[in-house]
Every structure is written in C-alpha cells, then in structure tokens.
C-alpha cells in the first residue's frame, strides 16, 4: 500500500508540473507508466487489461513533461471510456529513424469517419451531456502540435480505436 501511495504521488507530481517551457528531457516510457498508475483504478472497475510492449530504445523527447502526461491521460481516459464493461488497451512504443512512435489501441466502441474528422474540434463530444467537455482531444492535438509530433487515429464503429502519436527524439 505504501508503495503504490508513493507511485501514486510521484505520478502526480510529474503530472501536475506548471510552467510553459519545452526544455525538458522527456521519457516517453516513464510518462505512460507514470499515467497508467494514475488510472489504475478507473481501469481496473472496469476490468480493463492493459498491455504495454516498449519496442523502442529509451529515448528523450525535450518538451514538457506535464503536458505529455495530459496527452497520454486525455487518450488513455478515452480509451477507458470507450470501453463498456471489459476489453484492452495495448500500448506500444516503436524507433523509426529519429522519431519514436506510440501506438494506444482500445477494444472500445470506435468511431466513424465523421466522428474521427471532428474529433480534435473544440467542444466536439460523442459523450452524453454532462460526461465530457469535448476539449480533451482538441488539447492532445494542440501539445502534440507544440512538440512539432503528429497525430493519426484508425477507428471503426464496434471494432475499437487505435491513437499513433509520432515524437521527435533528440
């Protein structure tokens, strides 16, 4: 318990960190598990396996280290939300020449065409009134936009959805 307290602790204070600067070493490794202890819980009510398979050499993205954490947060609750009862979320890391790519599959209920186009809008939501903003994807577009990344998602309807985020590694 005093473990997980303090991975939890630790986790925050790499989330919650102020500040605009984009001079940070960044360890895309550190931050997904960091945001996978955050949700633990949320994921396991929900009986959400997570698999995560880092194929990729550790390397640094310099940016900012709380707002990656929100990017991974904002997919990762998605994902969450997305699945009804039970299902997966596989999380992969892979090198390719100077970039390191992240992929975040869900077994969730997926989107359509029109949905994935408008997704990044502000204010856009599938969510019911009242259980989402619809700000969350427009603000991982905005941070990955600022760390010069890009952002692809594959989805169909029943079949789940799957976010690739491209960084640049120093």
């Known amino acids: 318990g005093v473990r997980r307290a303090s991975q ?13 600067a984009m001079d940070e070493s960044c360890d895309i490794h550190d931050i997904i598990q960091n945001t996978l202890t955050l949700l633990r819980s949320r994921l396991r009510d929900k009986e959400i396996e ?4 880092f194929n990729a050499e550790r390397k640094i993205i310099v940016g900012n280290e709380g707002k990656l954490h929100q ?25 390719i020449e100077d970039t390191i790519r992240i992929k975040i599959k869900d077994t969730g209920v997926g989107m359509n065409k029109k949905e994935i186009d408008q997704m ?14 619809g700000l969350g994807l427009f603000i991982t577009q905005m941070i990955i ?12 309807k029943g079949e789940g959805t799957t976010f690739i985020i491209t960084l640049k590694c120093t």
């Open 50 to 53: 997570v698999k995560t398979k």
């Open 8 to 20: 939890i602790v630790h986790g925050l204070s790499h989330f919650s960190r102020a500040g605009d």
């Open 71 to 95: 990017v991974f947060t904002n997919i990762i609750a998605n994902a969450e939300q997305a699945i009804e009862e039970t299902g997966k979320i596989k999380i992969s890391t892979k090198n």
């Open 145 to 156: 936009d600022e760390h010069g990344g890009s952002l692809d998602v594959q989805s169909k």
């Open 120 to 133: 990044t809008d502000p204010f856009f939501t599938t969510k019911e009134p009242g259980e989402g903003t």
